[in-house]
């Protein structure tokens, strides 16, 4: 079937550049089976899914002069194995080679002429693991009617359900001649509509916040986005290159939620302090100036949820949308505490009665929602300018209890986010199976010390418990 790109998802395709490709990732880090994990076996259940997200069979055509928004088509060449690929360390490989194998791979672009997303299953890793790499373009999931890969191929049990037969019959790609003649059949029948598309085709549109004039949405949250201005200068914001470094952090959930429980707030407002905590102390290592009035801008999209109790209710199971939210971290405040107290405070006070992206649909399935949820904040972050934040945190629920791949356990889980215009640093959060897990994606050139935030993380975690005993 030959579906046109929606605005947001052309948005998506055009405006990414070599050196800020635009894709959602995620490495899982998996037990190693006593007979380990078979590419086959991965191939065999990536195809049993593949009718859950039928976007991944499909690839993207362009239309003569941009006419027309560009149209998704059924890839009559697809080739699995082209998609999910083989790789691995020289044994026993260190989590360190394992970050900077990612860092490569995150930082090649996705080939057009295909279905836009990799899987890559890495072996020779040591303490008898194995990893799974997967990035999927941020195209290809809006988090309702298109699912991320990650999301359904987690089982809540060892067993894989069983799927029924899957014949797949790609339809007849479109020549050239029939979108000319489909985009023209558009114009006449929506003009308004196709001016639309084709000036965002042919005009150099320098912000994100100029992808919202062309889709018509979101005036209220942008118009509250502008009056904020422009976000404080930083040393995470400068040129990105192409080049990227990944490390990792983890906590106990239970830490958090013990912070939460002593100063009365939520478990995200720990995560961002703790954040603000470990910039704080990232910026004097660099001997950067940080005054009482210090502040780094986070975009910090957030799950929204209809039980007040959301631990309680089972994270990932509960969720009614996912909102913008931008906020100020002040780095500046020395005491931790009242920088917990100062988040809390603004996030409390924030509204999120609007209704921006609907996850109502993605919790009513089953599998592993973060991979979807973290590619929803990315999409919700980036149809705003990235000149108002200095950083991008995307922080999702995740099930807490043990789930499988192919009948593999999943021990760890991070989002890899992509890095936005001029922006060096971004952070992916998810809870799983009573652990926080921290992706840490960075551009190589701007953050070469990015190896030590997670030793930072775990030192403004233990300022906030120390302080709530």
């Known amino acids: 079937m030959v579906t046109r790109l929606s605005a947001a998802d052309a948005s998506f395709y055009h405006l990414e550049n070599t ?16 007979g380990g994990l078979s590419y086959e076996t991965l191939l065999a259940t990536v195809e049993q899914r593949l009718p859950q997200i039928p976007r991944y069979r499909q690839k993207v055509r362009e239309v003569t002069l941009g006419l027309a928004r560009p149209v998704w088509v059924d890839d009559r060449d697809f080739d699995i194995t082209y998609h999910i690929r083989r790789s691995a360390l020289p044994s026993p490989g260190s989590d360190a080679q394992l970050h900077e194998l990612i860092a490569r791979l995150g930082s090649r672009p996705l080939d057009k002429s295909r279905p836009l997303w990799e899987m890559y299953l890495i072996e020779g890793l040591a303490k008898n693991r194995i990893a799974l790499y997967t990035k999927s373009h941020q195209a290809l999931v809006n988090g309702m009617t298109a699912l991320e890969i990650g999301h359904v191929i987690a089982d809540r049990t060892q067993k894989p359900p069983e799927f029924g037969e899957d014949i797949w019959i790609p339809l007849r790609e479109p020549s050239d001649r029939q979108l000319l003649l489909g985009a023209v059949g558009e114009w006449i029948t929506r003009p308004a509509d196709q001016f639309g598309a084709l000036r965002s085709a042919v005009v150099d549109v320098a912000t994100n916040a100029g992808q919202l004039v062309a889709m018509g949405r979101r005036f209220v949250e942008v118009a509250r986005t502008v009056a904020r201005g422009t976000a404080p200068s930083s040393p995470l914001n400068t040129t990105v290159s192409r080049n990227r470094r990944l490390t990792v952090a983890s906590g106990r959930l239970e830490d ?9 707030c939520d478990v995200n407002d720990v995560v961002l302090a703790v954040v603000a905590g ?7 290592s660099r001997g950067e100036p940080v005054t009482a009035t210090t502040r780094v801008r986070a975009m910090a999209p957030m799950s929204v949820y209809p039980d007040a109790e959301l631990d309680a209710t089972g994270p990932g199971q509960a969720i009614s949308e996912v909102s913008p939210f931008l906020v100020d971290l002040p780095v500046g405040e020395p005491n931790p505490v009242v920088r917990l107290s100062q988040i809390a405070h603004t996030t409390e006070s924030a509204s999120t009665a609007a209704t921006l992206v609907d996850a ?20 919700v972050a980036t149809t705003f300018s990235a000149r108002q934040f200095n950083l991008l945190i995307t922080n999702v629920p995740g099930a807490q209890h ?6 593999t356990k999943l021990l760890e889980t991070y989002a890899v986010p992509p890095l936005l215009a001029n922006q060096v640093l971004a952070l992916g959060v998810t809870s799983y199976n009573g652990m926080v897990y ?32």
């Open 278 to 284: 470990a910039l704080r102390n990232w910026l004097m």
């Open 438 to 469: 921290f992706g840490i994606n960075a551009d190589r050139d701007a953050m070469s010390d990015v190896d030590v935030l997670p030793s930072l993380l775990r030192e403004s975690l233990e300022e906030l418990l120390e302080a709530a005993q």
């Open 19 to 34: 050196s800020t490709p635009m894709y959602v990732g995620s490495l899982s880090i998996l037990r190693k089976p006593r």
């Open 360 to 379: 109502r649909t993605i919790v009513t399935l089953s599998g592993f929602a973060p991979p979807t949820l973290h590619a929803m904040g990315i999409r």
């Open 402 to 407: 043990q789930m499988y791949i192919a009948g």
């Open 256 to 264: 958090f939620r013990a912070v939460r429980a002593r100063y009365d």
